[in-house]
């Protein structure tokens, strides 16, 4: 890291804006941050700004002031102004010459805020940063970086320095807050000259102000590492999103078509994408199966699904995964009827019935918190179809085996439809979680029949194992030099 004289400015502000309700996480954060700013003297400062919270934020960040001094700017809005004119006015408080936007129920990884100024140092003249950023997994029961839409598939530091590259490979995850490090003068200048922003995206502004400054200073750097840990409030955009789903995409998706229409244009191949890419993610093939087998579910969620992630229907993999799932009626789930030579019984299969073969094709590079895709090879040798209804279904998933002979991961589920017939073979595109710590697992791939059993532990012959390397989160990405600008496959968003 360059040498910086203690007079300047700082280099980094990190900008947090905050709520009613948002005492106690905030607390959390800023304990974290001043134990990271601990040696870095005048570098980094601190801005929050409170969206007229009642319940004790103004005497906390005053307690805080102790650890964090003049480095902590503070101002309470005497009104609500919604989260979009939030995260402007924190940005106002910033004196910095770059402002990370970290959401006050988020966390910046360990030595997160050194890395950011490493980054600032190596590429100067960027317009931002975009940062890796681990979630909860569906279940709350450890951070993962789930698959899909809303980061690029580059595991090194990347330059993206086109418009339509920076778009099309960052502009879903440009949509989390706390990711986005930015260039301050840059995003003045277009904040500044269009007062009605957060009239027209009240809950997007922080991603128009980026789309405009990505079209008129192109150069935005990708960097895979974790350098986010984010709160519990993200985990509805994990693949299994469970009951009310729909009507919560069909909420979500109007705003971001707006947004995006605004930027790109309405009929531009980039809107299309952006769109696509983003409902094939949120809505996918184990978040429809999730949804279609809730109680409440009813034919009416269906065409509400349809209808919003109407433009995924452009994308291969939607039509190959997901879009089978919405075309089953909802009943066909619990009913069997016309609808059993396709979706199959949904009965306890006999123990002697649950005979399959699965070869993995090839292992993709694995990383703590990086959810990876595996291709595999299931056939059926046993006699009934493997199906994936109610109430036992059958789906492949995968279980990670410590050292010590201990489970130290397992899943998500990867339904099969059509069932997979006796005798047939198939190719499935599975997703797996690798475990959070990094090291040497066995790791067991296998059908397993919910609340009856694991095929491959009734014969091992029915499953795959194999002994992989997890690695470290930053070991595979790296954070080196920016290599070549990468396009995303528009058919594959």
């Not at 309470?76 to 979009?84: A, I, M, Q, T």
């Not at 579910?297 to 269906?302: A, E, G, L, S, V």
């Not at 995924?312 to 089953?328: C, D, G, K």
């Not at 059509?418 to 073979?425: F, K």
Request: aromatic share 6%; charged share 25%; hydrophobic share 40%.
């Amino acid at each position: 890291m360059s040498d910086r004289s203690p007079t300047r400015r700082p280099q980094l502000s990190v900008c947090i804006p905050t709520h009613n309700g948002r005492a106690g996480t905030l607390d959390e954060l800023l304990s974290e941050l001043a134990s990271q700013l601990a040696d870095l003297g005048d570098q980094v400062e601190v801005c929050i700004s409170d969206n007229a919270s009642d319940d004790g934020t103004a005497a906390m960040v005053q307690a805080r002031r102790r650890e964090l001094g003049t480095r902590l700017r503070y101002r309470r809005n005497e009104r609500d102004l919604g989260v979009g004119g939030n995260i402007l006015r924190a940005v106002e408080l910033a004196a910095g010459d770059y402002c990370w936007l970290l959401g006050s129920d988020d966390r910046p990884a360990a030595g997160a805020v050194r890395a950011v100024l490493d980054l600032i140092d190596s590429h100067p003249d960027a317009s931002g940063f975009q940062l890796g950023m681990l979630r909860p997994s569906a279940d709350l029961s450890e951070p993962i970086e789930l698959l899909g839409a809303d980061h690029p598939a580059e595991r090194v530091t990347t330059a993206y320095t086109s418009p339509d590259a920076i778009a099309q490979a960052l502009g879903v995850s440009q949509l989390w807050l706390s990711p986005c490090v930015v260039r301050r003068d840059r995003w003045q200048a277009v904040s500044r000259a269009d007062p009605r922003l957060v009239d027209r995206h009240p809950e997007h502004a922080h991603g128009y102000v980026i789309g405009r400054m990505a079209q008129r200073d192109p150069l935005w750097i990708w960097c895979p590492r974790p350098l986010v840990n984010a709160g519990s409030g993200t985990d509805w955009l994990a693949d299994e999103t469970g009951p009310g789903m729909p009507r919560r995409v069909a909420r979500i998706v109007p705003p971001l078509q707006r947004l995006w229409a605004e930027l790109h244009g309405p009929g531009s191949p980039t809107y299309r994408n952006l769109v696509a890419g983003w409902s094939n993610w949120v809505a996918g093939p184990s978040a429809a199966y999730e949804a279609k087998i809730q109680p409440g579910h009813t034919w009416r969620d269906d065409l509400r699904l349809l209808g919003v992630v109407r433009l995924a229907w452009r994308s291969r993999r939607f039509r190959r995964e997901t879009l089978p799932w919405l075309l089953v009626p909802h009943r066909a789930f619990k009913a069997g009827g016309c609808w059993r030579w396709a979706l199959g019984s949904g009965r306890e299969l006999p123990r002697t019935a649950c005979r399959t073969t699965v070869a993995v094709r090839r292992l993709p590079e694995l990383a703590s918190g990086h959810q990876a895709r595996i291709p595999c090879t299931v056939e059926n040798r046993g006699p009934h179809a493997l199906s994936s209804r109610l109430p036992h279904p059958v789906r492949l998933a995968a279980r990670w085996i410590d050292g010590e002979g201990r489970l130290a991961a397992e899943g998500p589920r990867t339904p099969f439809l059509p069932a997979l017939r006796s005798g047939e073979r198939r190719r499935v595109e599975m997703r797996v979680n690798p475990p959070s710590e990094p090291g040497e697992y066995e790791l067991r791939i296998a059908p397993v029949q919910e609340h009856v059993a694991w095929f491959d532990e009734l014969d091992l012959r029915n499953g795959w194992a194999g002994r992989v390397v997890v690695q470290a989160p930053g070991a595979a990405s790296g954070t080196g030099p920016p290599i070549s600008e990468s396009e995303p496959d528009p058919a594959d968003a």
